[in-house]
């Protein structure tokens, strides 16, 4: 299984960004996917979360209605659009493909964004 991020890039505050994950090595449908981010000198946190199949999705309080996750699954890919961007959400962004059934995870080797003027 490979999952890729990209899309990274350095924004000024008030902008916007979208990143991108594929995975394979599964039925991609079939994947939970979820974004994670790592700030400098912080712990992994929750961003955002697709179930695929089911349909649900969920935000951290912090990104909810400025991010949305979405996701192609005949490109095997998911996305995240981040507006409004602030000097807070700087970090390092991961994705992660779960599949449910064996609760294995794989994550992707991250993706770096820096908001800043």
């Known amino acids: 299984v490979q999952v890729v991020e990209s899309g990274g890039d350095l924004v000024q505050p008030g902008g916007s960004l979208r990143l991108s994950c594929t995975a394979s090595g599964y039925t991609f449908r079939r994947y939970i996917m979820s974004w994670y981010r790592q700030a400098p000198g912080k712990e992994r946190e929750f961003v955002a979360r697709h179930s695929g199949d089911a349909f649900r999705i969920e935000y951290a309080a912090s990104v909810k209605g400025r991010f949305t996750i979405s996701r192609d699954n005949a490109q095997n890919t998911v996305y995240l659009q981040m507006n409004s961007l602030k000097p807070d959400d700087t970090a390092v962004y991961y994705c992660?493909?779960?599949?449910?059934?064996?609760?294995?995870?794989?994550w992707g080797a991250g993706t770096g964004v820096t908001v800043s003027s």
């Open positions: 992660k493909a779960l599949v449910a059934i064996t609760s294995m995870e794989y």
